[in-house]
């Protein structure tokens, strides 16, 4: 319950109605009262209780030398101005709102509680009052985004607009070597599984080439996240996993023929979060292309080159 209250009592005499003026909740003294005084005005708020309040005010002029007396009684006295406005009453039920607000950039207004939402994946939001998709070639990763970021190199964005995609051809004009990116997501597939499960220095990770995938179905915790790279950290008494990179960053063609992709991640280990990066590099052995499937023979050969960090699940070490 808020109100303002000011007081312009003749020379002499200030303070003369403010003296002797009363505020009663249910016929108490308010407690809880929080008054500030700015230029000679009294801007007061009374927290209340849940329910019906009933509010009285009491004023009465008291001059110095005087007795009380009704304000009203006499204008034969120099009562004064003694002014209240600004009254309010805020967070009643069914009230309608007594100002208007905006929402955090990254966020917009709904109609329930709470009264903003975070933009979903896909969308942003610069001025805190709608989410706009992200508009093609570009992304927003996470919800709450004020702004789209350009694919990296070889990828462009997916149709939701909250990842990227390789592109279907990816090639190096310096050399004569192109590659079918969803060939080559075939083929890791056959040789890794649907869920595309390596295992490597006694590392379990599952590795999904061209979209972020939900977690491993082996995984026996609650998550909503979504992740190109997925690492098992546990498997007892509960198997549970951890993500590695949420983010496709590039996809090129070295100079040397080979594919590397580049994917980052954050990565939070005693305490410190920093941006983990990982990458994958793919090698085409012409000698042993010679199946009779269209995709050839496939060579499952899975090698970490480099980990800049002891090997274990509790670093945030760049694979």
């Not at 056959?190 to 080439?209: P, Q, Y």
């Not at 040397?256 to 983990?276: E, K, L, M, P, W």
């Not at 050839?296 to 670093?315: A, P, Q």
Request: charged fraction near 20%; glycine fraction near 8%.
């Amino acid at each position: 319950f808020n109100f303002t209250v000011e007081d312009n009592p003749a020379v002499n005499q200030s303070g003369a109605w403010r003296n002797a003026t009363f505020l009663l909740v249910n016929d108490q003294l308010p407690v809880g009262l929080a008054m500030e005084e700015v230029d000679g005005v009294s801007i007061v708020s009374v927290n209340l209780s849940a329910g019906w309040t009933r509010i009285t005010w009491i004023w009465r002029f008291t001059a110095p030398s005087q007795s009380p007396i009704d304000g009203e009684l006499s204008a034969s006295h120099s009562l004064g101005t003694f002014l209240l406005w600004n009254v309010s009453v805020t967070h009643a039920s069914e009230g309608a709102p007594v100002r208007c607000e905006h929402c955090d950039v990254g966020f917009a207004p709904t109609t329930g509680s709470p009264p903003c939402r975070a933009c979903p994946a896909g969308t942003f939001s610069v001025d805190g009052s709608s989410c706009t998709a992200c508009p093609p070639g570009r992304v927003a990763f996470l919800p709450a985004q004020i702004d789209c970021k350009p694919c990296g190199e070889g990828l462009i964005s997916a149709a939701s607009g909250s990842w990227c995609t390789p592109r279907t051809v990816i090639e190096n004009e310096k050399i004569s070597r192109r590659w079918n990116t969803s060939i080559l997501a075939e083929a890791w597939t056959s040789a890794m599984g649907l869920e595309g499960e390596v295992t490597v220095n006694d590392r379990v990770f599952f590795i999904n080439l061209l979209k972020p995938s939900s977690k491993p179905s082996a995984a026996t915790g609650e998550t909503t996240d979504t992740s190109y790279w997925w690492e098992m950290i546990s498997t007892c008494p509960e198997v549970q996993v951890r993500s590695v990179t949420a983010t496709f960053d590039a996809i090129k063609v070295t100079d040397d023929g080979d594919v590397i992709g580049n994917f980052s991640g954050r990565c939070t280990a005693d305490g410190v979060t920093r941006q983990r990066v990982a990458s994958i590099i793919f090698q085409c052995h012409h000698d042993v292309f010679a199946g009779t499937s269209q995709l050839g023979s496939t060579t499952h050969d899975v090698e970490l080159l480099r980990s800049d960090e002891k090997l274990s699940w509790k670093s945030c070490d760049d694979i």
